[in-house]
């Protein structure tokens, strides 16, 4: 699916309907982890981009297209008001950076 060249990957993880070929209504997906974001490639061949919908929930991501429909759950460790989102050769690229993370000290008081 993807050619990646970042050399900081640690998982790959692939959706392909089951059974021998496509599933209709199910669209094929692979997911890259890197140390710095999450990207999730969605196969949609043929698909026009402007009748691509998706939606952003606070635990998933759903695609819908007239090739079928996908929804994937999200992660909380990903920021989902940065996400990026690109089609390009029959390819739907949706980028995922995690979180900062962010140490808050706290005060103990003495009694």
């Known amino acids: 699916m993807a ?11 692939r959706g392909v309907p089951e059974g021998n ?5 199910q669209l094929s997906y692979e997911i890259l982890t890197y140390e710095d974001e999450k990207v999730l490639n969605v196969e949609v061949p043929g ?22 429909e996908l929804t994937y759950p999200v ?3 990903l ?3 940065k ?8 390819l739907l690229e949706i980028r995922f ?3 900062q993370a962010r ?4 005060k103990i008081n003495e009694k």
Do not use: Y
Not at 57 to 63: A, N
């Open 47 to 68: 698909v026009d981009p402007d009748t691509i919908e998706m939606e952003a929930h606070s635990d998933s991501i759903s695609i819908t297209c007239d090739r079928g």
């Open 21 to 25: 070929g496509r599933v209709p209504g």
């Open 83 to 90: 996400i990026e989102v690109s089609v390009r050769w029959g």
């Open 3 to 13: 050619n990646t060249t970042k050399k900081d990957i640690t998982l790959v993880q």
């Open 97 to 99: 950076p995690f979180r």
């Open 75 to 77: 992660e909380a460790a």
């Open 79 to 81: 920021d989902l008001s």
């Open 103 to 106: 140490v808050v000290k706290i």
